[in-house]
């Protein structure tokens, strides 16, 4: 019912010695990897391919550049964007030992209809959007598949405990945080136009004063 997805990605990317600028211009997006001991190093990597290995891995999957035979175990780390076209200007990878463990926030993918929501009870409310996970690099999962179709009545919640790890992952989130659950509908109060009675009785006297004015007039 819960599951989780783990794959390997490698990234091609070469050492830069040219202006940011430059490389923009050859559709490279300039790029630094630092950590585990590792000083900081300036690179570069196929805007085109950089794009697809982020839609694959995000944050939460090990990437492995590889720079011409020497390959580098990261996760990417942060990403600076243009303002106009979003479009990645700038990526920092982080690099990893992949004989340590790490924590990292894993998204929630969720599946299904709940039963609940299908028999017209509730709408689903959907909690949690990722739980943090410890395990080495290798076996971190790139997310969280949470079927929510067993929500079948209103008292029914989806729990983090009842997601199923693979051997070799924690769960670092609290095990009873909710994940998931259907809330009902609230029902609408039709609202009643309140009536001011100090502004009426100011009126009527108001028009009764015109009227004695006008009767004196006369």
């Known amino acids: 019912m819960y599951s989780v997805r783990t794959m390997t990605i490698t990234l091609q990317a070469q050492k830069r010695d040219t202006k940011a600028a430059a490389l923009r211009a050859q559709d490279q997006i300039p790029a630094v990897y630092y950590g585990a001991g590792k000083e900081s190093v300036a690179i570069a990597v196929p805007a085109k391919e950089f794009a697809k290995v982020w839609k694959e891995a995000g944050e939460t999957t090990a990437v492995t550049l590889d720079l011409g035979g020497e390959k580098v175990t990261t996760l990417i780390h942060d990403m600076q964007h243009d303002p106009i076209t979003n479009a990645p200007i700038h990526i920092d990878f982080l690099v990893i030992d992949m004989k340590k463990e790490i924590e990292v926030p894993v998204p929630i993918e969720f599946t299904g209809l709940a039963e609940a929501e299908k028999g017209g009870l509730g709408t689903l409310v959907k909690v949690l959007h990722e739980v943090e996970v410890r395990a080495l ?66 009126e009527q006297k108001g028009k009764k004063e015109e009227e004695g004015v006008e009767a004196s007039a006369e």
């Open 137 to 202: 690099p290798a076996n971190l999962p790139h997310s969280l598949t949470v079927d929510v179709t067993s929500l079948a009545t209103l008292d029914m919640q989806i729990h983090v405990k009842d997601i199923v790890l693979p051997t070799g992952v924690v769960m670092v989130t609290d095990g009873e945080e909710v994940v998931a659950l259907v809330a009902a509908f609230k029902e609408e109060k039709e609202e009643v136009p309140t009536i001011d009675l100090d502004s009426i009785e100011v």
